[in-house]
């Protein structure tokens, strides 16, 4: 499956998906979110680290860059946004090796930004303003091995908001 495109009418739906995808990156996974300003990024991830369990308050990395939150599963989760990225230089002072980790679950807004100081994307999340309505369209693109195979998971899921656990009918996060 080289791609699955997904209707997000409002914010709900959107946290439906994230919630969704969240299931699959838990152990792992890179999230390389793209799209124009205003796309819809901030709250999908926002959406995948609340469903992944974080309590405290997410901000938007808008200034900081990068923001990382403990998981309960022992991993680590980080969102970043490399809009205001400089250059190469101050990725390195960012210090982001530990996106590499196996277990990292990295979510990156303006990854084209980021070179090779972030890792490579799982999966690819093109968000765009839906054509003839309110809310978001999007494309989910997997690029790695494993990314394949949970996006032909998340093929037969309802798009409605339930994970194939049911996980997300009691997780769809509140932002
Ligand atoms: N599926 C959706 N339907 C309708 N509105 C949405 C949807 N997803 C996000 N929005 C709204 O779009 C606005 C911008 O969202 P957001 O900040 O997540 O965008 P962004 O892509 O992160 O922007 P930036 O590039 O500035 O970081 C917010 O008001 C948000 O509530
Ligand atoms: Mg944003």
């Not at 739906?13 to 205003?38: D, I, K, N, P, Y």
């Not at 960012?94 to 999966?123: F, H, M, T, Y």
């Amino acid at each position: 499956m080289d791609e699955l495109q997904r209707e997000l009418p409002d914010v709900e739906a959107t946290q439906a998906l994230a919630c969704q995808l969240a299931s699959f990156v838990a152990a792992g996974g890179v999230v390389w979110l793209r799209g124009e300003l205003g796309a819809g990024k901030t709250t999908f991830a926002r959406s995948v680290l609340r469903a992944l369990g974080v309590a405290e308050r997410i901000k938007s990395p808008t200034y900081s860059l990068v923001e990382h939150y403990p998981l309960a599963s022992g991993n680590d989760a980080w969102h970043l946004d490399l809009y205001r990225i400089a250059g190469a230089d101050e990725m390195d002072y960012l210090g982001l090796d530990a996106l590499w980790a196996p277990g990292a679950v990295s979510l990156v807004e303006w990854p084209e930004r980021g070179g090779s100081a972030i890792p490579p994307a799982d999966l690819e999340i093109h968000l765009s303003q839906a054509l003839e309505a309110a809310g978001r369209h999007a494309r989910i693109v997997p690029v790695s091995a494993r990314a394949h195979a949970w996006l032909r998971q998340l093929a037969v899921m309802d798009p409605a908001g339930e994970s194939s656990t049911g996980a997300c009918a009691d997780a769809v996060p509140r932002a």
